[in-house]
């Protein structure tokens, strides 16, 4: 079956760096996306990767390794606005979304 | 300013009763999306629409049903066959469904029952 794991929650501290980490199994890989979701609102498209490597936008960098079936959000000088849901999607061989629970991610002062 | 309009943001259920949840979007998107979200599991899909007049079922249809009689809409109606209606409901469209398209979505609707 097709399956996305990631840490149910994670803190760290503000001005801190955070990995947050995603492993998917799959047959088939149409790409992986990261999406932020603040509690009872919507989640917004952060990056998406496709090719192995590191993608970097601003704050936030996306990795992929898809030998590993591995990905990573890593988000650099934390700010409390950063204390959100982090949801990891891998797209399917149908083109389909497969999504994680998501990872809670607490930042501390 | 474009983007997708979910109503109500909170609803209550009644035994035996049905209920439509509304979605409008004014990207001009071909795809939309209806995904449940429960507290620790990943959103899953219960129908979606590539086109006007065309929609398929998704992982957990069951309970549920969906019109797209327009681009711009696409009604969630939430049946009595469904037991445990109580999630957090999102909506959600892109332009297509190719691989790098992303996802924008709604603000929710939270489905209590009473």
């Known amino acids: 079956g097709q399956n996305i794991d990631q840490p149910t929650e994670m803190t760290a501290t503000e001005g801190a760096i955070v990995q947050i980490n995603c492993t998917y199994q799959?047959?088939?890989?149409?790409?992986l996306f990261w999406y932020q979701q603040h509690a009872g609102e919507a989640p917004t498209f952060l990056s998406y990767n496709v090719l192995d490597g590191l993608e970097e936008k601003g704050r936030f960098s996306s990795f992929l390794s898809r030998s590993k079936g591995y990905s990573y959000l890593l988000l650099k000088e934390l700010q409390m606005k950063d204390s959100a849901s982090y949801l990891c999607?891998?797209?399917?061989?149908?083109?389909?979304?497969?999504w994680g629970a998501g990872t809670k991610l607490i930042i501390k002062p | 300013d474009g983007g997708i309009t979910q109503s109500p943001k909170y609803l209550f259920r009644k035994e035996g009763q049905n209920v439509t949840l509304s979605c409008e979007q004014n990207l001009n998107h071909d795809a939309m999306y209806w995904y449940r979200q429960d507290p620790g599991q990943g959103l899953r899909l219960i129908y979606y629409s590539q086109i006007v007049n065309d929609f398929q079922k998704g992982d957990i249809a069951e309970g549920y049903s969906v019109s797209r009689e327009k681009k711009e809409s696409f009604p969630l109606t939430v049946t009595s066959a469904q037991k445990n209606p109580t999630a957090f409901y999102l909506c959600?469209?892109?332009?297509?469904?190719?691989?790098?398209?992303?996802?924008?979505f709604g603000s929710g609707t939270q489905l209590s029952v009473l």
């Open positions: 799959t047959s088939g890989f149409n790409g």
């Open positions: 999607a891998e797209k399917d061989s149908n083109y389909q979304l497969i």
């Open positions: 959600a469209s892109s332009l297509g469904q190719g691989e790098a398209e992303k996802l924008f």
